[in-house]
T-cell receptor, first 112, second 108 residues
């Protein structure tokens, strides 16, 4: 089975802190994605990557950056966390672009 | 509209059928998806339908596609308490676009 592992299930940070959310997949997928999930808004795409060292902005990239140094690892970075970034963050990977995404369990981030 | 629309909440009794509806936007979407999110977990692909199909059945799940009205539905027969979850429909429009999610509550 494909496994997408997110490093933390719950995270509490202070406003202004730099935050790293890590995601690792074990199926040699080319494509990796970061979404945030908010009640009533569904999932919104933050950033995605189709290859190592490649990244593209999604719908809501402001305040975020990403890093993909190795194929299996895709990191989401909040350069200076703000309270409006309190959310559930979901990482996903896929073999073929948008077909059959496999999701991690999510990281619930609270910024105080 | 621009968004993939779903109703936010559905409550059914155990053993009844559940029907979750979705309106999508792009008639050229090749695939349409249903994802399920159980409490405390990420999303998992439940089923999908190719755009040239009207219906797809997979055990207790039936997906109906009305391309004219851009309407997608997921029917769960004999709904069980283990079906309680959030259900997301999604279309491909340059990227994967999700609806807001429908929370299915199954009462014993």
């Amino acid at each position: 089975d494909v496994k997408v592992t997110q490093s933390s299930r719950y995270l509490v940070k202070r406003t202004g802190e730099k935050v790293f959310l890590e995601c690792v997949q074990d199926m040699d997928h080319e494509n990796m994605f970061w979404y945030r999930q908010d009640p009533g808004l569904g999932l919104r795409l933050i950033y995605f990557s189709y290859d190592v060292k490649m990244k593209e902005k999604g719908d809501i990239p402001e305040g975020y950056s990403v890093s993909r140094e190795k194929k299996e690892r895709f990191s989401l970075i909040l350069e200076s966390a703000s309270t409006n970034q309190t959310s559930m963050y979901l990482c996903a990977s896929s073999y073929r672009r948008y077909e059959k995404l496999f999701f991690g369990s999510g990281t619930q981030l609270s910024v105080l | 509209g621009e968004d993939v629309e779903q109703s936010l909440f559905l409550s059914v009794r155990e053993g009844d059928s559940s029907v979750i509806n979705c309106t999508y936007t792009d008639s050229s979407s090749t695939y349409l998806y249903w994802y399920k999110q159980e409490p405390g977990a990420g999303l998992q692909l439940l089923t999908y339908i190719f755009s040239n199909m009207d219906m797809k059945q997979d055990q207790r799940l039936t997906v109906l596609l009305n391309k004219k009205d851009k309407h997608l539905s997921l029917r769960i027969a004999d709904t069980q308490t283990g079906d309680s979850a959030i259900y997301f429909c999604a279309e491909i429009r340059g990227k994967l676009i999700f609806g807001q999610g429908t929370t299915l509550q199954v009462k014993p």
